[in-house]
């Protein structure tokens, strides 16, 4: 904004010029949001925010990767050294898409965020992340302990040969 004002006999504009602070963190997508499924394109609207993919990366620790519900959704739950390493891929985001992840994968309610350690597969562009190297990220999961029965996945594909046909939010009927 512009303001002017006079001070003794000189009018002094002052101009003050915000600068917004872009706070950028990295976030693990493990289903649903990873290159080459359904909801892939929520990554790459950027009305939603910024995403830059950094690399593909596996948990360094085990954790259970369940597809649950019946809308089939993809859940990593929060019970590490159960279940097998998690293949995903890691982003870069700006606090938008930040809080557009959390809306969209009703957090705290439904997931919580928390943060896990990656071992670094691969990426591509200049910015990727070092193969072999330990890096962190959120990650969105839950604990649900009657889901620990259900069957694990390393890599989770909506398209995959576990024929369970994943339910996009705009298509679910309510619970």
Same mark, same amino acid.
């Given at each position: !904004?512009? /303001?002017?004002?006079? #001070?003794?006999? #000189? @009018?002094?504009?002052? /101009?003050?010029?915000?600068?917004?602070?872009? $706070?950028? =963190?990295? #976030?693990?997508?493990?289903?649903?949001?990873? +290159?080459?499924?359904?909801?892939?394109?929520?990554m790459e609207n950027t009305s939603n925010g910024q995403a &830059?993919?950094? =690399?593909? =990366?596996?948990?360094? &620790? !085990?954790?259970?990767?369940?597809?649950?519900? +019946?809308? @089939? /959704? !993809?859940?990593?739950?929060n019970e590490p050294g159960t279940g097998q390493r998690i293949y995903g891929e890691i982003y870069r985001i700006d606090q938008k898409m930040l809080d557009f992840l959390d809306r969209f994968e009703g957090c705290p309610e439904r997931y919580q965020r928390t943060k896990i350690q990656l071992e670094v597969q691969d990426g591509e562009g200049e910015n990727t992340l070092?193969?072999?190297? /330990?890096? &962190? =990220?959120? #990650?969105?999961?839950?604990?649900e302990p009657e889901w620990l029965q259900n069957q694990t996945y390393e890599s989770y594909d909506a398209f995959g040969? $576990?024929?369970? +046909?994943?339910?996009?939010?705009?298509?679910r009927s309510p619970e």
């Amino acid at each position: !904004p512009r /303001i002017l004002r006079t #001070v003794g006999h #000189v @009018n002094v504009l002052i /101009i003050s010029v915000v600068c917004p602070v872009v $706070h950028m =963190a990295r #976030v693990f997508v493990y289903g649903t949001l990873k +290159k080459g499924q359904p909801n892939y394109f929520r990554m790459e609207n950027t009305s939603n925010g910024q995403a &830059e993919f950094l =690399a593909r =990366a596996r948990t360094v &620790e !085990p954790y259970p990767l369940v597809i649950a519900t +019946k809308f @089939n /959704i !993809p859940f990593l739950l929060n019970e590490p050294g159960t279940g097998q390493r998690i293949y995903g891929e890691i982003y870069r985001i700006d606090q938008k898409m930040l809080d557009f992840l959390d809306r969209f994968e009703g957090c705290p309610e439904r997931y919580q965020r928390t943060k896990i350690q990656l071992e670094v597969q691969d990426g591509e562009g200049e910015n990727t992340l070092k193969p072999g190297s /330990i890096e &962190e =990220a959120f #990650v969105y999961s839950r604990r649900e302990p009657e889901w620990l029965q259900n069957q694990t996945y390393e890599s989770y594909d909506a398209f995959g040969d $576990h024929g369970l +046909k994943y339910v996009l939010p705009e298509d679910r009927s309510p619970e």
